[in-house]
């Protein structure tokens, strides 16, 4: 059967055990294509959405999907542990969705642009889903796809997407807007007009930061660019490269790599059967120190990425029952780990030693695979979380990670253990070069971690 007519089903049934083909799979950490790596240096990018101000280019690294029709609400909610009521249009939220066995699939940021308009962004996991039920489900409903651009740069996609983030943030607005600008409340929706052309302007914090988001047809993209730089400029606002914004979830907390909870449940083998082998699903890599022959145990619930808040039971949608039997607890909670700076040091001199040294630490993000799952151990020795999302933030100087651990385990201070590098030397990967495992002291700290982070939570009612 050639590859473009395999399914994601196909390679399960190729395959003795499909923890191991994903942790062999040749992709490595996730591509942020057309940005350039740096404009600067990856440093001063990470500084200015603390001090000043930040430009950061999102017009190419997600999947869009806009869904149409008069079913579009029903057919979302039946797929999102998020309730719709008051979801108004001119209002986006992150809607999350999950397996009949309440493990996440994926989470995107949704649009509501009309009453029978919306708008899915984020990676395609679930993008995938909801295209499948739209397809497959009977909805009216008509969907478009506007792929990322990880296959072809060169293609132009529908919209633009900036942000402009920081202390600053709220000048640079003003000035782009020529006066004062009446700034949408959080996660809603205004219009601003930045070159002659009127934008539309989503209230939203990506670096856990004052902020804005910029969207419009993508023929306006270089104009609207342009006039952001020029007005950003008295007020030291620099452009982000990938390497830096891939970094930024750090500090705001956001986990943005859950292994897709697919790959075992009865009731998805017609999604799977749908799913082309050559889909995000299928061609990502597992990787870091955990490794469990059983996939299911990489399966994440919503409170293990901090979105148990969101789960609201006033509608019927796929997971609900498994969810509602989880809700009173206990649960693992999000936090973040602080690395000991002494045991990042001694990983990165054995790289000066002979023989096997630590895995190579890439900077100021970690990730050497799709989806990484590092252990995390107390101090007897026992499994006690998963770790995540890591990397450097120059702001604090200091090596964090996102991870769910025990409730036992989840108060600021505790003392945990991180296991770096993969078991048995590495697999096969080739972002991985052969090397030994090694424990890193980690403290855990809240989420977010920056402190500006969590006052501008506070500020929104957030917890």
Request: glycine share 10%; with cysteine; proline share 7%.
């Amino acid at each position: 059967m050639s590859p473009e007519k395999r399914s994601l089903q196909d390679v399960l049934d190729s395959v003795s055990n499909i923890t191991e083909y994903l942790y062999n799979n040749p992709t490595g950490a996730r591509i942020y294509p057309v940005v350039r790596p740096e404009y600067t240096n990856w440093r001063d990018e990470q500084r200015a959405w603390r001090e000043t101000a930040c430009l950061f280019d999102l017009s190419y690294h997600m999947s869009d999907l806009y869904v149409k029709g008069p079913d579009a609400e029903a057919l979302l909610a039946q797929l999102a542990v998020n309730s719709f009521r008051g979801f108004e249009p001119g209002r986006a939220k992150q809607m999350v969705g999950t397996n009949p066995e309440g493990y996440v699939i994926g989470d995107v940021i949704l649009f509501r642009h009309a009453p029978e308009e919306f708008q899915l962004v984020g990676r395609p996991s679930l993008l995938n889903w909801v295209q499948f039920h739209a397809e497959t489900g009977g909805h009216r409903v008509t969907v478009e796809r506007d792929e990322w651009s990880v296959q072809d740069p060169t293609r132009p996609r529908k919209m633009f997407r900036y942000q402009v983030q920081g202390p600053r943030a709220g000048l640079v607005l003003e000035k782009l807007n020529g006066g004062p600008l009446e700034a949408p409340k959080f996660f809603h929706m205004g219009w601003i007009t930045v070159a002659g052309h009127r934008v539309r302007l989503l209230s939203h914090g990506m670096a856990g930061v004052e902020g804005g988001e910029l969207f419009g047809p993508f023929e306006w993209a270089e104009e609207v660019k342009a006039a952001i730089l020029e007005a950003g400029a008295e007020f030291g606002l620099r452009p982000v490269g990938s390497r830096a914004y891939a970094s930024n979830g750090l500090e705001s907390g956001w986990i943005p790599s859950e292994l897709p909870a697919i790959y075992t449940s009865p009731e998805l083998r017609a999604y799977r059967q749908w799913l082309p082998a050559t889909a995000y699903d299928a061609v990502g890599s597992l990787g870091g120190s955990f490794y469990s022959p059983n996939v299911e145990e990489y399966y994440l619930d919503p409170w293990d990425l901090g979105y148990g808040h969101i789960v609201k039971f006033d509608h019927d949608f796929v997971g609900r029952a498994a969810l509602e039997a989880k809700a009173a607890g206990p649960h693992r909670r999000k936090v973040t780990l602080v690395w000991n700076a002494a045991d990042v040091a001694r990983v990165m001199a054995s790289w000066l030693e002979p023989g096997l040294g630590g895995k190579y630490f890439d900077w100021p993000v970690s990730q050497y695979a799709t989806w990484m799952y590092d252990e995390v151990k107390n101090a007897h020795g026992e499994r006690v979380g998963l770790s995540t999302w890591c990397g450097y933030t120059w702001n604090d100087r200091t090596m964090l990670s996102l991870a769910a651990v025990d409730e036992a385990y989840a108060q600021p201070g505790t003392e945990l253990v991180l296991v770096w590098g993969e078991p048995n030397g590495g697999s096969r990967k080739p972002s991985v070069e052969p090397h030994r495992q090694m424990e890193i002291r980690a403290t855990v700290a809240p989420v977010p971690f920056a402190q500006p982070a969590r006052a501008y939570r506070q500020a929104l009612g957030h917890r």
